[in-house]
């Protein structure tokens, strides 16, 4: 019987390829598909903004706008419970 990659074994495809195989897959998922997503889900949270007055936390927190900063403090007590501070 023929094992190969596709039946769950590596034990056909030698170092080489594996880590041609692999550095591929990085290299389109760093240098196409993230910035692909990115820029869909930035025009999506600017159409929100702009058109459909939603969205307005997640929008403004990634931009460089001083009057939208704030800062979160969260700390865990001794009891377990979390305590969320926010700063805005």
């Known amino acids: 019987s023929c094992l190969g990659p596709a039946h769950g ?16 897959m990085l ?3 760093w ?18 903004v702009c058109y459909a007055g939603v969205h ?8 460089r706008i001083a ?3 704030s800062m979160t403090r969260m700390h865990i007590t001794r009891e377990g419970d979390l305590e969320v501070y926010t700063l805005a």
Not at 56 to 63: G, R, W
């Open 9 to 24: 074994s590596l034990a056909a495809i030698s170092r080489v390829q594996f880590f041609l195989y692999y550095g591929g």
């Open 56 to 63: 307005f936390d997640e929008s403004f927190s990634s931009l």
């Open 67 to 69: 009057n939208y900063k």
């Open 27 to 29: 290299a389109y998922f």
């Open 31 to 48: 240098l196409l598909a993230t910035p692909a997503v990115g820029l869909v889900f930035g025009t999506y949270l600017y159409l929100c």
